[in-house]
């Protein structure tokens, strides 16, 4: 399906060559079967989850429920945090010329540093247990007087 969409210039085919910018490449198909296998495996994935969860309601008696919802989360916060971290790699390149190491490195550290901040705090706001159990690990570790030495009286010397 994508490598007929790709080979005939056709709508859907135009609009994943502008998405993936490689208008200019010879032979587009190829890039075809990679999302023709993509879609391949989320389809199987998707397929799979249906069919254990059914499995595992009928064999043991327990629902699945609050995974398919968390799920839902990490998948939704991955896809938010991605676009976000592509946006503002795309505006620094955009805004300063790639033509030493350090600013190719400062591009991906700062789009890294984009998407964790995006992907945990989607998660923090939309509930998800996990995160908040490592804010407040984190929390308790760093502002925590526990962690002082015994004799350390907080009179700097």
């Known amino acids: 399906f994508f490598v007929h969409a790709l080979a005939e210039r056709t709508l859907l085919g135009v609009w994943i060559l502008a998405i993936f910018r490689i208008a200019d490449v010879p032979h587009p198909e190829v890039v075809g079967l990679g999302l ?3 879609a391949g495996l989320l389809g199987d994935t ?3 989850a249906v069919l254990l969860k059914f499995y595992v309601s009928k064999s043991l008696g327990v629902k699945l429920s609050p995974i398919a919802g968390e799920s839902a989360k990490i998948i939704a916060a991955a896809l938010l945090a991605g676009s976000i971290a592509y946006i503002v790699r795309a505006q620094f390149a955009d805004a300063v ?3 030493t190491w350090a600013r190719v490195m400062g591009e991906g550290a700062l789009a890294a540093a984009t998407g964790f ?3 945990f705090g989607v998660l923090l706001l939309a509930g998800s247990e996990d995160v908040a159990l490592l804010r407040g690990a984190v929390a308790r570790r ?3 007087l526990r962690i002082l030495p015994a004799y350390w009286d907080g009179e700097g010397k």
């Open 36 to 38: 023709g296998f993509a």
């Open 46 to 48: 998707v397929a799979l």
């Open 97 to 99: 010329p790639l033509i």
């Open 117 to 119: 901040a995006v992907y």
């Open 142 to 144: 760093l502002f925590s």
